[in-house]
């Protein structure tokens, strides 16, 4: 199909891709393509990926009807683009990607019809739903890992041919940064100088568009939150970065710090395959909820709106917490009788040592 013209592309090509075609459709809208433009063929025709051919007017709508029901997505006009194309797409899509992914291309794509068309106009998005996306597994990721993590990436940054090796590693400074204050990756690369109150132990966080969205405000910070922000800012991290490179690093720091846990411990690394940078927040607002047992304080210190979204990303919290309750049940409930004890429980007496018992069962027989 026309969107799946991506093949070979990472998860992580795809989320820059959405946020590309976001952009791009920022400036249609702003006037800087031709205003006589009723679909997104000048965008997809400046660079190709699955989110634009969603919408790559390759036929006109006469043409289309013309030609019947074509296999390819991307190359129906919009107007002509039914429930039906778009469900039979999501459903080939999610054959090579996340459901979280399918379920934000299906939004994009009703967004492009509300932004083109106004809310009240046909969309054939509107009454598709989206794959259904389940949260099962926790991935939060103990501190003192965390900090194994951190330890094996190099203290200084990675040498560019024909330039002087820089003497601090900035990718281990935003990990740092990330993994004690519980900010996005986006977030930190929008931090400047002003946003940073050391003196007062506070951070400005600007607004968060995904998801519910939160307002922009003041946080304070802990400790290590503290200096970390302090390394951070002494080496000139600030500005945005390449969270693919970032990406690199954290795999490379993995490798490192789970062949030493193994030869050290002798035990199965606790992390999970497929772990990321961004499970540093889900494991900030683990340590939270382990913390305070406060799950409101966990809710405010990871900006989130919606309470259900802080008990997604604090599972791993709960669960030891039910480990522990498990503990402390262990010494409150009364023993069960053991092999050991049984010998000192007295047996039931057989049936003719119960008169009355033998009496009722003679009376019912008759």
Not at 66 to 89: C, E, F, N, S
Request: proline share 6%; aromatic share 6%; with cysteine.
């Amino acid at each position: 199909m026309g969107w799946l013209r991506a093949s070979g592309r990472t998860q992580a090509d795809l989320g820059r891709d959405i946020g590309r075609a976001q952009a791009w459709m920022s400036r249609y809208l702003d006037g800087e393509f031709d205003a006589d433009l009723d679909t997104l063929h000048r965008i997809a025709a400046a660079f190709d990926h699955p989110v634009t051919a969603l919408l790559d007017a390759t036929t006109s709508a006469h043409e289309s009807e013309a030609i019947g029901t074509p296999t390819t997505l991307g190359a129906l006009h919009r107007g002509a683009v039914t429930p039906l194309h778009v469900k039979m797409g999501l459903a080939t899509f999610a054959a090579r990607y996340r459901p979280k992914t399918c379920r934000e291309l299906r939004r994009l794509l009703g967004w492009v019809y509300v932004t083109l068309d106004g809310a009240d106009a046909r969309n054939p998005a509107r009454g598709v739903k989206g794959p259904r996306v389940r949260y099962d597994d926790p991935r939060g990721i103990d501190y003192d890992v965390i900090g194994r993590i951190l330890a094996a990436l190099p203290d200084r940054g990675r040498p560019v041919r024909g330039q002087t090796r820089p003497t601090v590693n900035l990718t281990k400074c935003r990990l740092a940064v990330m993994a004690f204050t519980g900010m996005h990756q986006s977030e930190v690369g929008k931090l400047t100088p002003r946003d940073v109150d050391l003196a007062r132990r506070r951070v400005w966080i600007g607004a968060r568009v995904k998801g519910a969205g939160a307002e922009g405000a003041w946080h304070t910070l802990t400790a290590p939150g503290v200096a970390a922000l302090r390394a951070f800012a002494d080496a000139g991290a600030w500005g945005p970065f390449g969270t693919r490179s970032m990406a690199k690093s954290w795999r490379r720091a993995l490798a490192v710090a789970r062949a030493r846990w193994e030869a050290e411990t002798r035990e199965p690394w606790p992390v999970r395959d497929d772990a990321r940078p961004y499970d540093l927040r889900h494991s900030f607002g683990t340590a939270v909820l382990l913390a305070t047992g406060d799950r409101t304080a966990a809710q405010a210190m990871l900006r989130h709106r919606q309470a259900s979204t802080t008990d997604r990303y604090t599972r791993a919290g709960v669960s030891a917490r039910v480990a522990a309750a498990v503990v402390t049940l262990d010494s409150f409930l009364p023993r069960a009788a053991t092999t050991e004890d049984r010998g000192s429980v007295p047996k039931r007496p057989p049936m003719s040592a119960r008169p009355h018992l033998a009496r009722g069962r003679a009376s019912g027989q008759k």
